[in-house]
């Protein structure tokens, strides 16, 4: 029963655009959602966070929006840069975090 | 600020043999969890301490891992008999307090069962 959904388990994107990755969620009973960044051979590192009664935070080039009647949750990076070239997982929870299966995300020079 | 050590990096053993890792946390991070990656998925929640006490165990094969945070600091996972089906990245992760999601993971173990 997996809880957290990335439904894209890759994306390209050119240099200087906007990347977009989206996560789907079916428990509504959780405080926090979160971003967090994996580089190869490294563990994740958190990138951004958002508390259940919120519905958009900016942190620089990165933003997270929380759309809760839909269960939905996107990372908008703008402009990107070839150094966001990694693996983005969503995660939320409470006491302890459910992690997604991750979207690649490869930003082209 | 140090961060989250792991040893070792890379272990392969075979099937049925055992297997310990060890963590050593951000300092004055109370919160402890040792997630394992499966390749392809996203990390998944082992165990989690407070000081020396578990919190949450509910996902940890009880049969055939367990671990321990003694005295509050250092944290060892151990597999005895290892399955083909652990050969996973074990993550371990530190945080000031629970409830908080801003955790900082170590570089991880990389299992392979043979």
């Known amino acids: 029963d997996q809880q957290v959904k990335q439904n894209s388990p890759s994306l390209s994107v050119q240099e200087g655009r906007i990347s977009i990755l989206n996560c789907d969620y079916t428990?509504?009973?959780?405080?926090?959602f979160l971003w967090y960044k994996k580089y190869p051979a490294e563990g994740p590192t958190f990138l951004i966070s958002?508390?259940?009664?919120?519905d958009k935070n900016e942190d620089g080039r990165f933003t997270v929006f929380l759309n809760k009647s839909a269960k939905h949750l996107s990372l908008h990076i703008v402009p990107s840069q070839p150094g966001d070239s990694a693996v983005y997982f969503c995660?939320?929870?409470?006491?302890?975090?459910?992690f997604g299966p991750g979207t690649r995300l490869s930003v082209l020079p | 600020e140090a961060g989250v050590a792991q040893s070792p990096r890379y272990k392969i053993i075979e099937k049925r043999q055992s297997v310990a890792f060890w963590c050593n946390p951000i300092s004055g991070h109370a919160t402890l969890y040792w997630y394992q990656q499966i390749l392809g998925q996203g990390p998944k929640l082992l165990i989690q301490f407070q000081n020396n006490g578990v919190v949450d165990d509910s996902q940890l094969p009880k049969d055939r891992f367990s671990a321990e945070r003694l005295k509050g600091v250092d944290s060892t996972l151990k597999i005895q008999p290892a399955k083909l089906e652990d050969s996973a990245v074990y993550l371990c992760?530190?945080?000031?307090?629970?409830?908080?999601?801003?955790?900082?993971f170590g570089s991880g173990t990389r299992l392979t069962v043979v």
């Open positions: 992760a530190s945080s000031l307090r629970q409830g908080w999601g801003g955790y900082t």
């Open positions: 428990n509504s009973m959780f405080d926090y």
């Open positions: 995660a939320y929870g409470g006491q302890n975090f459910v």
């Open positions: 958002i508390s259940s009664i919120k």
